[in-house]
């Protein structure tokens, strides 16, 4: 079992940056992505990106590639996810994941999860 939490949401502008953090208690075996997704009010869990737990491979959904980045430090069992150029619709609770299999894009490619944190961007 591991657990997953979140931290580092909070309200900014238009524009701003923002650094998310995600701390693992433990590894759990056959863990091989680590993913952030984010869910809007109103809309279904959206995923925005993962990096893989050994090497530094990352995958990006389309509508953040180019402003977010995801990165990890091992010692710490932390992920990072960093947010650049943040929009309005870039306003969600966001959430990390754990898990294998699938695309590493779905939900359900996901078992263990985080409890959120909220981003709210201002315009």
């Known amino acids: 079992q591991v657990e997953l939490e979140e931290s580092g949401g909070g309200l900014v502008q238009a524009g701003d940056s923002l650094r998310l953090s995600c701390a693992a208690s433990?590894?759990?075996?056959?863990?091989?992505?680590r993913a952030w997704f984010r869910q809007a009010p109103g809309k279904e869990r959206e995923f925005v990106g993962f990096?893989?737990?050994?090497?530094?491979?990352?995958y990006y959904a389309d509508s953040v590639k180019g402003r977010f980045t995801i990165s990890k430090d091992d010692d710490k069992n932390t992920m990072y996810l960093g947010m650049n150029g943040l929009k309005p619709e870039d306003t969600a609770v966001y959430y990390c994941?754990?898990?294998?299999?699938?695309?590493?894009?779905?939900?359900?490619?996901?078992?263990?999860w985080g409890r959120g944190t909220q981003v709210t961007v201002s315009s």
């Open positions: 994941a754990a898990g294998y299999g699938g695309t590493g894009t779905a939900v359900n490619d996901y078992h263990y």
């Open positions: 433990a590894r759990p075996f056959g863990i091989y992505r």
């Open positions: 990096i893989r737990w050994t090497g530094s491979g990352t």
